[in-house]
Every structure is written in C-alpha cells, then in structure tokens.
C-alpha cells in the first residue's frame, strides 16, 4: 500500500477544514476530553469533508466511534491495544495504524499486521509528556529494516526542515502536529510540507 508522505494530526475538524483544501491526503483526527455525543459528530463530519476531497481520515483512539461513522482508518497507541477489539475492528474494514516506542511494542504491533507503523518521538517534543524523549534517525533506520514493507511513520519534533533526513533514515510518512498549529500562517506551512513530501 503506498501512503501519502505528509500526515498531520489535528485536534479539530476545524483543521481539517483549512488542510484538506491545500491537497493533504491523509490526516489523523484526534480528539480528547471530548463527550461521546461531540466525538460522534466530529468523526462524522470529518469523514464527510474528507471523502469530499478525495483524502483519508484517521480517527485517533476512539475505534468504535470510528466502525459506527463508517470510518476507513483507526490509530491505536499501546494502551488503547489493550482494550480494543481487534477482531471486530477487522470485520469492519477498518485500517489500522499502531503506535511503538520500543522493541516490545514493535513485536506486538507487528503481531497485529497492521496497515503502517508509527516511531516516536524521533525528536523531542512539546506535545506531551512521554518516558521517551528522542528516538533519533538511528532508530529510524532500525526500526524500517524490522517493519520490511509495512509503511513506517516517523512522529515527534517533526519540522519541514527535518523531514529529507527522516525520510533518508527510512521513514515512509511523516507526521506533523505543533509544526503547523504553532506556525504564525499554519497554510503556509502546510505547503511548505506538501513540497517537501511530493
């Protein structure tokens, strides 16, 4: 399966609407402290805009909302693996992507088949507080000989000026948050990744 290369993350459909437009592809929607009745009708209209502009939407966390809107995709970090029902996820149709971090969770993720791998943070990041702090390209590189050809995500620290080493160590995607939402013309930035992941 080929991806596209550039895959921001947004807490917002808001986002998606300032995104899409531009020519981003795949874009992951991750919402939290949301009530379930908010959840439910951003997944649906994300999925809705999205579909309009031929792109593909990744819904964070939330895997039942995500078969109940009809989504195509669904992201899993480690924690919400234990919970999740993989099997019915399956059933559904639904393309799954997993967070990793270390050598044990790449084994369980690998485990799983899923539809691409995420690395993180490759770079530190501001975006919350996790035990890891840097990946580095290194690990990259390891980490996309292990995978083979299962699409690897490189995540964390990500800024347009990073992302022809990442792409160099072996990453397949790179994903994209406070680089965009903290830029003073989000848009431009946007385009700015869209040039250097064409």
């Given at each position: 399966?080929?991806?596209?290369r550039?895959?921001?993350?947004?807490?917002?459909?808001?986002?998606?609407?300032?995104?899409?437009?531009?020519?981003?592809?795949?874009?992951?929607?991750?919402?939290?402290?949301?009530?379930?009745?908010?959840?439910r009708?951003?997944?649906?209209?994300?999925?809705?805009?999205?579909?309009?502009?031929?792109?593909?939407?990744?819904?964070?966390?939330?895997?039942?909302?995500?078969?109940?809107?009809?989504a195509?995709?669904?992201?899993?970090?480690?924690?919400?693996?234990?919970?999740?029902?993989?099997?019915?996820?399956?059933?559904?149709?639904?393309?799954?992507?997993?967070?990793?971090?270390?050598?044990?969770?790449?084994?369980?993720?690998?485990?799983?088949?899923?539809?691409?791998?995420?690395?993180?943070?490759?770079?530190?990041?501001?975006?919350?507080?996790?035990?890891?702090?840097?990946?580095?390209?290194?690990?990259?590189?390891?980490?996309?000989?292990m995978?083979?050809?299962?699409?690897?995500c490189?995540?964390?620290?990500?800024?347009?000026?990073?992302?022809?080493?990442?792409?160099?160590?072996?990453?397949?995607?790179?994903?994209?948050?406070?680089?965009?939402?903290?830029?003073?013309?989000?848009?431009?930035?946007?385009?700015?990744?869209?040039?250097?992941?064409?």
């Amino acid at each position: 399966m080929t991806l596209p290369r550039f895959y921001p993350i947004f807490d917002s459909v808001e986002w998606l609407e300032r995104a899409l437009p531009l020519g981003v592809r795949l874009v992951q929607l991750r919402i939290k402290d949301r009530s379930e009745d908010v959840l439910r009708s951003e997944c649906r209209r994300g999925l809705a805009l999205a579909r309009a502009n031929g792109a593909a939407l990744v819904i964070n966390d939330h895997w039942q909302t995500a078969i109940d809107a009809g989504a195509d995709w669904v992201h899993l970090g480690q924690e919400d693996l234990d919970t999740a029902d993989l099997p019915a996820i399956r059933r559904a149709g639904v393309k799954l992507g997993i967070s990793t971090h270390d050598h044990g969770e790449l084994d369980r993720a690998r485990g799983l088949a899923p539809d691409y791998i995420a690395l993180g943070p490759v770079y530190p990041t501001i975006l919350k507080q996790m035990k890891w702090h840097r990946q580095g390209l290194e690990r990259v590189a390891e980490w996309k000989r292990m995978v083979g050809d299962i699409p690897l995500c490189a995540i964390g620290g990500m800024r347009v000026e990073r992302a022809a080493d990442v792409f160099a160590a072996g990453a397949d995607i790179v994903s994209a948050v406070t680089d965009i939402t903290l830029a003073p013309d989000p848009e431009a930035r946007m385009r700015d990744w869209l040039r250097v992941c064409a």
